[in-house]
């Protein structure tokens, strides 16, 4: 019996849900049978040529952006995604129908013929894909900065800085503006041109650069103005720095402006919330709770600089080379397709792909740290 023929009746004995069972043959009742049976490539590289080819690569890298690569990948990994599409626990259509005609053994062989092949080559990165978002944003700030400052701090009075601010609700602002849900001169109509992972970015980049500390302004009571901030921190933290992302940190903020904004509140600015707090304030009342917040020190509310960096680090306590997490198949991700890291991990984000671990690991993510996630990841030889 030659040995493909050998492996074959060796898997269809050890698989008892396989369709064509087969009477286990003597020779395998002599030795103990092997947790699992171990795949063979040489069958799987038939069913890959045949099946798998045209999409995946002749050598295992897949031929359009967006498809996994998978030369080099882990074994228990690719077992482990075969049987999710056969047993519909992740979702796409091609893949299912493909792993539901496929034997335990065709997985098993696939699976092992796969994992061997040598990783593919780095495919290197297209001419706007930058490192972080923070060099994104940096690289989309140009039309702002001689009102706003390049490090955020705004210089002139009535201009707020946007230097440490909460990324959420810049991001929210930024988009208010560009729908026109908040009033603003022609100032803002650069914002346009931004897309919506520009926003992130651009927020990611002024959250984390260094507010700078005010002078105090002049006729104003600031210790009166402390009394009257206490119905605010609950929201907006006690020395005016937000808990909440989306919340708007006060701290260190242009006088000019604070007073400005909590006046708007009464007017054009639609926020019930704020409206609701605002409402009792004199205008002297208004002048002291902005000059409080104004001498407040703030800080950088994100630190897009080293976020990335960060993050893989975290995601390398799973996915690093040579971690084995017994009972749980890690996929190897260093030089993976980039488009395809992306769809994946905003698949278990938005909760199209079922991973607990992954969907906890991702929801704090929005799209361009995703993105920046990739291309780290696509961009590393493959381990
Ligand atoms: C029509 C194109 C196509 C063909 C043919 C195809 N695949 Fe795929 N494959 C894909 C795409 C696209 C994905 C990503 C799907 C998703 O998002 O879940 C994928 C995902 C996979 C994954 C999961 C990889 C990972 O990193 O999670 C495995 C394993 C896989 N395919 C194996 C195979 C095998 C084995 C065959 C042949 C028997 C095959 N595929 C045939 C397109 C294809
Ligand atoms: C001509 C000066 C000027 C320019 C240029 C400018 N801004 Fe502004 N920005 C302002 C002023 C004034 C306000 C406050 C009044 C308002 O809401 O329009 C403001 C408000 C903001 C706010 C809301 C801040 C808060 O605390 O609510 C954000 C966010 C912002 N700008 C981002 C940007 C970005 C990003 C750009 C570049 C695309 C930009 N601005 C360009 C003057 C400017
Ligand atoms: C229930 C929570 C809550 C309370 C209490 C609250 N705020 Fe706010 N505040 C918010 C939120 C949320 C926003 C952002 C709203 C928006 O997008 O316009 C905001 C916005 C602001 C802004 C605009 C900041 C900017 O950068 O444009 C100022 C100023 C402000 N609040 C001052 C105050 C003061 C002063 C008080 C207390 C008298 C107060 N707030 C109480 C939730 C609160
Ligand atoms: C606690 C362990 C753990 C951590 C930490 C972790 N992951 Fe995962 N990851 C997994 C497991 C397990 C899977 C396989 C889940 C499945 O079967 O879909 C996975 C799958 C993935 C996939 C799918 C790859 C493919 O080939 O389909 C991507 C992409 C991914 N993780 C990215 C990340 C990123 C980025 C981080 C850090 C922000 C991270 N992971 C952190 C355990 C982890």
Same mark, same amino acid.
């Given at each position: 019996?030659?040995?493909?023929?050998?492996?074959?009746?060796?898997?269809?004995?050890?698989?008892?849900?396989?369709?064509?069972?087969?009477?286990?043959?003597?020779?395998?009742?002599?030795?103990?049978?092997?947790?699992?049976?171990?795949?063979?490539?040489?069958?799987?590289?038939?069913?890959?040529?045949?099946?798998?080819?045209?999409?995946?690569?002749?050598?295992?890298?897949?031929?359009?952006?967006?498809?996994?690569?998978?030369?080099?990948?882990?074994?228990?990994?690719?077992?482990?995604?075969?049987?999710?599409?056969?047993?519909?626990?992740?979702?796409?259509?091609?893949?299912?129908?493909?792993?539901?005609?496929?034997?335990?053994?065709?997985?098993?062989?696939?699976?092992?013929?796969?994992?061997?092949?040598?990783?593919?080559?780095i495919?290197?990165?297209?001419?706007?894909?930058?490192?972080?978002?923070y060099?994104?944003?940096?690289?989309?700030?140009?039309?702002?900065?001689?009102?706003?400052?390049?490090?955020?701090?705004?210089?002139?009075?009535g201009?707020?800085?946007?230097?440490?601010?909460q990324?959420?609700?810049?991001?929210?602002?930024?988009?208010e503006?560009?729908?026109?849900?908040?009033?603003?001169?022609?100032?803002?109509?650069?914002?346009?041109?931004?897309?919506?992972?520009?926003m992130?970015?651009?927020?990611?980049?002024?959250?984390?650069?260094?507010?700078?500390?005010?002078?105090?302004?002049?006729?104003?009571?600031?210790?009166?103005?402390?009394?009257?901030?206490?119905?605010?921190?609950?929201?907006h933290?006690?020395?005016?720095?937000?808990a909440?992302?989306?919340? !708007?940190?006060?701290? #260190? %903020?242009?006088?000019? $402006? *604070?007073v400005d &904004? /909590?006046? +708007?509140y @009464?007017?054009? =600015?639609?926020?019930?919330?704020?409206r609701?707090?605002?409402?009792?304030?004199?205008?002297?009342?208004?002048?002291?709770?902005?000059?409080?917040?104004?001498?407040?020190?703030?800080?950088?509310?994100?630190?897009?600089?080293?976020?990335?960096?960060?993050?893989?680090?975290?995601?390398?306590?799973?996915?690093?080379?040579?971690?084995?997490?017994?009972?749980?198949?890690? !996929?190897?991700?260093r #030089? %993976?397709?980039?488009? $395809? *890291?992306?769809? &994946? /991990?905003? +698949?278990? @984000?938005?909760? =199209?792909?079922?991973?607990?671990?992954?969907?906890?690991?991702?929801l704090p993510?929005?799209?361009?740290?995703?993105?920046?996630?990739?291309?780290?990841?696509?961009?590393?030889?493959?381990?």
């Amino acid at each position: 019996m030659n040995r493909l023929l050998l492996a074959l009746v060796v898997a269809l004995a050890l698989t008892a849900c396989s369709k064509e069972e087969a009477p286990p043959p003597k020779a395998a009742a002599s030795k103990p049978a092997p947790e699992r049976a171990p795949g063979d490539p040489k069958a799987g590289q038939k069913l890959a040529d045949a099946q798998c080819k045209t999409c995946h690569g002749a050598d295992g890298g897949a031929v359009a952006p967006g498809i996994p690569h998978l030369a080099a990948q882990r074994e228990t990994y690719l077992l482990a995604a075969l049987k999710a599409y056969k047993e519909g626990k992740r979702a796409h259509a091609a893949l299912k129908v493909i792993a539901e005609h496929m034997s335990e053994a065709d997985i098993r062989n696939v699976s092992a013929y796969y994992a061997g092949l040598p990783p593919v080559g780095i495919v290197h990165a297209a001419k706007d894909v930058h490192a972080t978002p923070y060099e994104r944003g940096k690289s989309r700030i140009a039309a702002c900065v001689k009102c706003h400052g390049e490090d955020g701090n705004a210089g002139a009075a009535g201009i707020p800085s946007l230097a440490g601010q909460q990324a959420n609700y810049l991001i929210i602002a930024l988009q208010e503006y560009v729908r026109g849900e908040r009033k603003s001169g022609p100032t803002h109509s650069a914002m346009r041109e931004l897309t919506p992972v520009d926003m992130e970015a651009v927020a990611l980049y002024f959250a984390s650069q260094t507010p700078g500390q005010r002078t105090p302004p002049q006729n104003v009571d600031p210790g009166a103005g402390a009394q009257l901030s206490a119905v605010c921190s609950g929201c907006h933290g006690v020395q005016g720095i937000a808990a909440d992302s989306a919340t !708007p940190n006060l701290a #260190g %903020q242009d006088f000019n $402006y *604070l007073v400005d &904004a /909590i006046k +708007a509140y @009464r007017t054009t =600015r639609k926020r019930e919330k704020m409206r609701l707090y605002i409402t009792g304030l004199s205008d002297a009342d208004i002048r002291n709770v902005a000059g409080f917040y104004t001498m407040q020190k703030s800080r950088p509310s994100e630190r897009g600089q080293t976020m990335v960096r960060d993050l893989t680090d975290k995601c390398d306590r799973c996915h690093g080379a040579g971690v084995e997490l017994p009972g749980m198949p890690v !996929p190897k991700l260093r #030089g %993976q397709d980039r488009d $395809y *890291l992306m769809m &994946a /991990i905003r +698949a278990y @984000r938005d909760d =199209r792909r079922e991973s607990t671990t992954m969907h906890k690991m991702s929801l704090p993510y929005g799209d361009s740290i995703i993105e920046s996630i990739a291309n780290y990841y696509s961009g590393q030889p493959a381990n």
